[in-house]
Nanobody, 115 residues
Framework: QVQLVESGGGLVQAGGSLRLSCTASGMIFSIVAMGWYRQVPGKQRELVASITSDGRTNYLDSVKGRFTISRDNAKNTVYLQMNSLKPEDTAVYHC?????????WGQGTQVTASS
């Protein structure tokens, strides 16, 4: 069974940094493109960043220059380094396959940036 486990969220002041991790099991991680998504209650889930199997990345315009997605295939893990956090980045962050999320959504990890 494919499983994704996110961690690393927390409460920080605006301008602070967090590093999210997502570890996958049950799939051949190295050949799969991955994405970080976020959702605010009452709003649609949105893609924040994606990374292909060969390391090409893409970002939501509002996080460009502040967030960095990376992956370590040896550890079956994808990361999201978030710097200069803003209150509008507050959300539950999930990882999943990209461009089509194919894994059941887990609990995600809560990120809260306070003003």
């Amino acid at each position: 069974q494919v499983q994704l486990v996110e961690s690393g969220g927390g409460l920080v002041q605006a301008g602070g940094s967090l590093r999210l991790s997502c570890t996958a099991s049950g799939m051949i991680f190295s050949i799969v493109a991955m994405g970080w998504y976020r959702q605010v209650p009452g709003k649609q889930r949105e893609l924040v960043a994606s990374i292909t199997s060969d390391g090409r990345t893409n970002y939501l315009d509002s996080v460009k220059g502040r967030f960095t997605i990376s992956r370590d295939n040896a550890k079956n893990t994808v990361y999201l380094q978030m710097n200069s956090l803003k209150p509008e980045d507050t959300a539950v962050y999930h990882c999943n396959t990209w461009p089509t999320p194919k894994v059941d959504w887990g609990q995600g990890t809560q990120v809260t940036a306070s003003s």
